[in-house]
């Protein structure tokens, strides 16, 4: 009777440890900060046109790219960073989400083989109307990715995602017309990727609510704006801030922003 009181004791004892353990683990879990700088790059040129903020130094990515490989950055996908967010996943220790808008051939030329060098994930935000086309002065031609130059890209670790049809200040738009140039830019890709097109970027930073209601219905996970420091696990799904990275930026300041957000 005696041996059967003590094995009892012996269980009741364990079971509550384990209760205790897991529980500690899941509040550890959710007490955890999520904090995830996320950056936002345009063009990235061998000589840039100093009088354009979004123009930086091919030198400069360059370091920039050298600084997160030696520094043990992870290069996040899209999925993974909403699962860390989301607080599904687990964050590494120095996680960090590279996007860049537009899909010009400053990327394909400049950026991506440095990107596939360090083996790098990043984001491609496309404007699908403008793939393959080009415009302005001869001395600042704006070039874009053509369908296989885009295919190129991602199938070697570039996810290319939804920037519109147009990149115009889209955010008022009415809800018919809304829906038709993100789920064109959504459908264009798809087809191109054979994969799910889920996050988005607005053009110009520009959000409505109308607009992240037609995000919404047609599936898109998570919405990117402009500015706002740095994402974590309160910022809102719709409207996740991002780190502008600019001409007028070094390794000094570029590492103070991927620290701070500022």
């Not at 109308?210 to 409207?239: C, E, H, P, R, Y």
Request: aromatic share 8%; net charge positive.
């Amino acid at each position: 009777m005696l041996k059967s009181k003590i094995i009892k004791m012996c269980v009741g004892a364990v079971a509550l440890s384990l209760f205790f353990s897991v529980s500690t683990s899941i509040n550890a879990n959710a007490a955890t900060s999520v904090k995830i700088p996320v950056l936002m790059y345009h063009r990235i040129e061998a000589n840039p046109n100093v009088s354009d903020t979004w123009q930086i130094g091919l030198n400069e990515f360059k370091q920039e790219m050298k600084y997160l490989k030696d520094n043990g950055y992870t290069t996040l996908t899209n999925d993974q960073f909403y699962n860390i967010i989301t607080k599904k996943a687990s964050m590494p220790a120095k996680p960090i989400l590279l996007t860049f808008d537009g899909a010009t051939m400053d990327f394909y030329n400049n950026a991506y083989p440095i990107l596939k060098q360090y083996g790098f994930n990043a984001t491609e935000y496309v404007v699908t109307d403008q793939i393959g086309t080009s415009w302005g002065n001869p001395s600042d031609m704006i070039r874009i990715m053509n369908e296989n130059q885009l295919k190129t890209v991602a199938n070697n670790k570039i996810e290319l995602e939804n920037h519109s049809t147009t990149h115009g200040h889209i955010a008022n738009l009415g809800t018919a017309e809304l829906t038709k140039r993100v789920s064109g830019a959504t459908a264009k890709l798809g087809s191109m990727t054979n994969k799910q097109v889920k996050y988005f970027a607005y053009p110009f930073g520009e959000s409505s609510n109308n607009l992240i209601n037609v995000l919404k219905s047609l599936n898109v996970k998570m919405a990117f704006k402009a500015g706002g420091g740095m994402a974590t696990d309160s910022s809102d799904l719709m409207n996740m801030p991002r780190i502008g990275i600019i001409n007028t930026d070094n390794i000094t300041t570029f590492t103070r922003k991927i620290t701070t957000g500022n």
